[in-house]
């Protein structure tokens, strides 16, 4: 398990435009129909939505024979965790950080533990990989560190439970654990560079870049 940030490729200086990024959320449910075909069963496995990621990325420069800038970061970064075998941190642009206290949980006098969560619309998401240390809010009022804890499968740990319906909220900002889906880039093309721009030797495009987001 690697903690390397993906290095997302930076636009040409100049140039108006921002890497498209395809996200589907997946859950997993187990289907079965009756014999008669009447009120099919369907049972979610999944409490928590993962993502795939498709990364359009048009044009970034490069040279194979002396690899610069974003060419070399991408497949630098692809080439260290070995196609598909290590996963990685992804900052998904627009969807990474809570500003202002969100809730998760009324305490109940006695409950010690809360699953840290991001509300999207009225679906919620698992939050694990954190940037830097949240700020955890009862009541309104920042809690000392020294007070909770945050475990590897994102779960919020107080040792001491938060009073009979004080809400429970955090803000901070955080990572997607994902890994590539493929051992290999079939869709890396280097074409030859446009005239006037120091392009370093030439552009690279990338089709689609496919990853996916994981929960431990």
């Known amino acids: 398990m690697s903690n390397a940030i993906f290095p997302t490729p930076q636009p040409i200086t100049g140039w108006n435009w921002k890497l498209p990024l395809k996200v589907t959320p997946r859950f997993s449910t187990i289907k079965q129909m009756p014999a008669d075909n009447r009120g099919e069963l369907r049972v979610s496995l999944t409490q928590y939505p993962v993502f795939d990621f498709d990364m359009e990325i048009p044009y970034v420069f490069g040279n194979p024979a002396n690899p610069v800038g974003s060419w070399a970061t991408v497949l630098g970064f692809y080439g260290q965790m070995a196609g598909s075998a290590d996963d990685w941190l992804f900052d998904w642009p627009g969807n990474d950080t809570v500003t202002q206290p969100e809730e998760i949980a009324i305490g109940d006098g006695s409950t010690l533990t809360f699953a840290m969560t991001h509300a999207m619309g009225g679906m919620y998401e698992l939050i694990q990989n954190f940037q830097a240390l949240p700020t955890i809010y009862v009541n309104g009022v920042a809690q000392s560190t020294s007070t909770w804890t ?3 499968y994102g779960t919020l740990i107080f040792s001491t439970p938060p009073a009979l319906y004080a809400p429970v909220a955090w803000t901070g900002s ?33 089709k689609m870049l496919k990853f996916k987001s994981l929960l431990t």
């Open 174 to 206: 955080w990572y997607y654990r994902c890994n590539f889906l493929d051992d290999s880039l079939q869709d890396l093309m280097w074409v030859r560079g446009a005239s006037g721009i120091n392009d370093n030797g030439g552009m690279w495009v990338l």
């Open 150 to 152: 945050i475990d590897a």
